[in-house]
């Protein structure tokens, strides 16, 4: 009965814990709004402007010196295409630099004088193309209609000089190799599904531990000695501690992690791929390791404004080292190292492996047994810390106890040599 007991009084010393770091997520204004308004806007936000997965009638100007037929033929299929509108003509490059600079246009396309002659001539015809490399969905559709349209024009002249006498003849001299292009993993060829898993998966630990840290640091604030864990008979043990705060983080997460990965895909109409019972096993270590991870750097955090400046930096540096926005083949060991220690690198892979280019969970079960490994080893450095912090804050509520005794035995003898004082009949 002793151990049942036992058990029993370390339950409600959890859910007590629990209930205090919920209230704490509900009142503070600064924990309310990492861990539940931003994963709930932002979100909807940023795939809101990433939607509009492709652009059409990017604006360019053409700086002509050819004046040829075949310089308009070129002008105006660009032109005619979807991506490119051609808004003005220029007399030379430096005045087509000019509208490009003040953002009237996107691109130039530059005909030298010499091209009609060169193509006569059966030589090669070059046509410079300059882009604003700003946005690369500009460049994307500029580039490409310049490639696309030189294509079609050079195809029309090999059948005018090939000498063939039948269509099939003229598609085997233009095309010998067919071939077929159909974008499987991303059929819009676009932006959003390209990036945005990524960034959800991303969001679900930095705002996790920027929560975390936040109510750590006002922990601390509030704190006479400025310990992480308060002076209070419930917090008796770092199992009961660990266990109470990372109960309540979870219950929250559980919803923001439906939310980021199950609704807002779905309200944009980005690619999912993924199963339920997948998901499920994913999700379920990646939220125990960011939430293990956020409770081991929230024990290094002073003050709160110390987790923003530390996670927020590292933001967009860890969204290249999880291998999506950059080929994993080319970061060197050194920074895949480090991209290991944190749980986005693994959850971030095996998200995009199963959502978007439709894997299993048996394809990715090397990120997945990583993620438990997270889970174990920041559990364990978690209580590490946390035990520390437990014996510091024991240790300055024995030595604030001392002080207490100390001052009340000081205001006893006073008050003894006081009476004394005014008792002429006892003695001194």
């Not at 105006?76 to 003005?88: E, G, N, T, W, Y």
């Not at 030379?92 to 010499?114: C, H, M, T, W």
Request: with cysteine.
């Amino acid at each position: 009965m002793s151990i049942f007991h036992k058990l029993y009084g370390a339950i409600q010393d959890a859910a007590f814990i629990w209930h205090e770091e919920m209230k704490q997520v509900l009142k503070d204004e600064g924990v309310l709004i990492f861990c539940i308004i931003v994963p709930i806007v932002y979100p909807l936000l940023y795939s809101w402007i990433y939607n509009n997965e492709v652009v059409h009638e990017v604006p360019v100007v053409v700086v002509d010196q050819s004046h040829s037929q075949l310089s308009r033929q070129f002008i105006r299929m660009c032109d005619a295409s979807p991506d490119v509108k051609v808004i003005s003509y220029a007399g030379n490059i430096e005045e087509a630099k000019s509208v490009v600079s003040r953002q009237a246009a996107k691109g130039i396309y530059l005909i030298p004088a010499d091209f009609a002659t060169h193509i006569n001539r059966m030589e090669q015809g070059v046509i410079s193309v300059y882009c604003d490399m700003s946005l690369m969905l500009t460049y994307k559709a500029i580039y490409q209609t310049s490639v696309a349209v030189s294509q079609t024009m050079g195809a029309e002249i090999q059948k005018r000089v090939s000498g063939n006498y039948t269509d099939r003849e003229d598609l085997i001299t233009t095309r010998p190799l067919d071939f077929a292009d159909v974008p499987i993993f991303n059929p819009a060829g676009g932006y959003g599904n390209f990036i945005i898993p990524a960034v959800l998966m991303l969001i679900l630990q930095q705002t996790l531990v920027l929560g975390i840290g936040l109510a750590a640091g006002t922990a601390r604030e509030r704190n006479r000695f400025e310990d992480l864990v308060p002076i209070h008979k419930c917090y008796g043990g770092v199992y009961r501690i660990v266990g109470g705060k990372a109960m309540c983080y979870i219950m929250i997460y559980i919803f923001m992690a439906a939310w980021l990965t199950i609704i807002v895909p779905r309200l944009f109409s980005f690619l999912t791929l993924i199963h339920w019972q997948d998901l499920l096993a994913l999700m379920i270590p990646y939220l125990l390791a960011c939430v293990f991870f956020g409770m081991t750097v929230s024990c290094l955090v002073r003050y709160r404004e110390n987790v923003m400046l530390i996670m927020v930096f590292v933001s967009v540096p860890l969204l290249f080292l999880s291998g999506v926005s950059w080929p994993q083949s080319n970061i060197p060991g050194v920074w895949q190292g480090i991209s290991w220690l944190f749980p986005s690198t693994f959850g971030i892979r095996a998200f995009v492996r199963m959502n978007t280019l439709g894997g299993t969970l048996s394809d990715v079960l090397l990120e997945v047994r990583c993620l438990w490994i997270h889970v174990a080893v920041y559990f364990g450095v978690a209580c590490l810390v946390y035990g520390h912090q437990l014996r510091l804050s024991r240790k300055h509520a024995r030595e604030r106890l001392i002080y207490l005794r100390r001052k009340r035995e000081i205001r006893q003898q006073l008050k003894q040599r006081h009476s004394r004082t005014d008792n002429p009949k006892l003695p001194h």
